[in-house]
């Protein structure tokens, strides 16, 4: 079973950016399509990014299309979402999640994830 850590979550100002880690372990990290979900206060959690097992391919939610790019390093069982240009909406926490799958098509269902981090805070003030 895979275990997910996230880390660099934090508070920055309007504008400024971030790069979130999400150490993966106890699996083939390279077996995995990875992404990022996000959960604002009270509301529900949504996707963010997704990223197949190769990293060859990419889908991004559209309120982050342009400003977020997820990659991964496979030699070093690490997910990364770096976000730039951040706003005040994307405060949350946000969340790694893996699912096991070689394909290429990657899925925004947060039911198609079965291993989740714990999750790191973002905040972005005005």
């Known amino acids: 079973q895979v275990q997910l850590v996230e880390s660099g979550g934090g508070l920055v100002q309007a504008g400024g950016s971030l790069r979130l880690s999400c150490a993966a372990s106890g699996g083939t990290f390279n077996s995995f399509a990875m992404g990022w979900f996000r959960q604002a206060p009270g509301k529900e959690r949504e996707f963010v990014a997704g990223?197949?097992?190769?990293?060859?391919?990419?889908y991004y939610a559209d309120s982050v299309k342009g400003r977020f790019a997820i990659s991964r390093d496979n030699a070093k069982n690490t997910l990364y979402l770096e976000s730039n240009s951040l706003k005040p909406k994307d405060t949350a926490v946000y969340y790694c999640?893996?699912?096991?799958?070689?394909?290429?098509?990657?899925?925004?269902?947060?039911?198609?994830?079965?291993?989740w981090g714990q999750g790191t805070q973002v905040t972005v003030s005005s």
């Open positions: 990223i197949n097992w190769s990293g060859g391919s990419t």
């Open positions: 999640a893996a699912r096991e799958y070689r394909g290429s098509t990657i899925v925004s269902s947060l039911a198609r994830y079965p291993y």
